[in-house]
């Protein structure tokens, strides 16, 4: 079998440290198969499937379930991610250790969508987690600051009336998870960073030599705060759209290297729960399929990032904070081939229908993105192909 690859660019397979594929428990908005159909063709060789399941990633039970299922799909290696709590944020640490010993082999853990607001209670997850040599991969939202809350309380909030998520809620747990990961000399990492403050916090903390990493969205890198303006609710995403300085605060942040990785916070919904009100309607959106767009859009397009930075973004340093073996390697004679062949010049017109992901949500509906996937291959395998999925036989 020949593929054309002429003009195009062979990077290793992307890692993506944050999806929601909603199995088990909302599997009308997402399967580990629908998840791994748009993972896959979006040139993802690895995920790691978030904790806020149903039930809560929180055993090994589940944590071994999604794994298995993964490889039973074939399409790219579904890593769980274990609950730091028992049932999301919760007052008592879930057994860790239990979970990185499974099939599942739990290397990262996360409240998602929670944060785990406890001082204490996540200086002893982060000593256990150290212990057993897993991260702590925190979603920094102080709920006490975020209650009800769908957007800063800059300028468009206001105007729209719509309830503030400060800045404060992000950055503080960020700066006392810094401290914390500084006193019990562990790691920690920051999902979804998505004010220059965060940035800044980040940036201090890894000049003081503390152990800590950050990931930023797609969407966070593209969309500000003026898509509120609409009321639309598929722009409501935790955390919130920022505004344009926050926008180029993250953007720089990741050239820099001050924010290591991309991670697309995939977040599935169905459609009864985004066409609702603002107030009401879930927060999240779709990232696996547009990903790779998204960060030639912002980042290469303008010159902040070339495609060895891309491989760096979207593949390397992901993989390098959580250890995976075999995965975002620079391409070396006797890797494993984890590859995605992009075309640079080729553009695309996003349109949910014919997306993989069950839902809908995409911010970027009728948006036309550059570059596109070519091809996906896990292990030597094709997973995907000119849009479309190819299924082990
Ligand atoms: O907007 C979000 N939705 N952010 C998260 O981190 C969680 C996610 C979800 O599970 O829907
Ligand atoms: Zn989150
Ligand atoms: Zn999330």
Redo the contacts with the bound molecule.
């Keep these: 079998e020949i593929i054309e690859a002429d003009g195009q660019v062979l990077l290793p397979g992307f890692v993506d440290l944050?999806t929601?594929l909603r199995e088990p428990g909302r599997e009308d908005t997402e399967t580990i198969e629908s998840g791994s159909a748009a993972a896959a063709l979006g040139g993802f060789t690895a995920v790691f499937a978030?904790a806020?399941t149903n039930p809560v990633a929180d055993s090994v039970v589940v944590t071994d379930h999604v794994w298995r299922r993964g490889q039973e799909v074939g399409l790219v290696d579904v890593h769980p991610v274990g609950a730091v709590t028992v049932g999301l944020a919760g007052k008592q640490l879930a057994e860790m250790g239990t979970m990185a010993a499974g099939v599942g082999a739990v290397r990262m853990f996360s409240d998602?969508?929670h944060c785990v607001d406890d001082p204490l209670l996540m200086r002893r997850a982060l000593e256990y987690a150290s212990s057993l040599g897993v991260l702590i991969a925190q979603?920094a939202e102080e709920p006490r600051l975020t209650v009800g809350a769908v957007a800063h309380e800059g300028p468009t909030a206001a105007k729209l009336g719509l309830a503030g998520w400060p800045r404060a809620a992000e950055e503080s747990i960020v700066a006392r998870d810094a401290l914390l990961a500084r006193d019990a000399n562990t790691r920690v990492h920051i999902?979804?960073a998505s004010t220059a403050g965060t940035v800044e916090l980040v940036k201090w903390a890894k000049g003081q030599g503390i152990s800590i990493t950050a990931e930023v969205t797609p969407h966070h890198l593209l969309l500000d705060d003026s898509r509120l303006e609409t009321y639309d609710a598929v722009n409501?995403?935790?955390?919130p759209l920022r505004e344009a300085t926050d926008v180029a605060a993250l953007r720089q942040g990741l050239a820099d290297g001050v924010i290591d990785c991309v991670a697309t916070?995939h977040?599935?919904?169905a459609e009864q729960d985004k066409c609702c009100e603002f107030a009401v309607a879930?927060?999240?959106?779709l990232g696996l399929e547009t990903a790779l767009s998204i960060v030639v859009e912002t980042m290469v397009a303008p010159g902040l990032l070339d495609w060895r930075g891309v491989a760096r973004v979207l593949s390397e340093r992901p993989a390098e904070i959580v250890g995976l073996p075999d995965q975002g390697r620079p391409i070396e004679i006797g890797e494993p081939a984890n590859l995605v062949l992009v075309d640079p010049n080729a553009s695309w017109t996003v349109t949910s229908k014919d997306l993989a992901s069950i839902s809908a949500n995409t911010p970027y509906e009728s948006m036309t993105l550059p570059a596109r996937v070519t091809a996906t291959f896990l292990r030597g395998r094709v997973t995907a192909q000119a849009g479309h999925v190819r299924k082990r036989d």
């Design positions: 944050h929601h978030m806020n998602d969508g979603h999902c979804h409501k995403v935790n955390p916070d977040a599935p919904h879930r927060p999240g959106m």
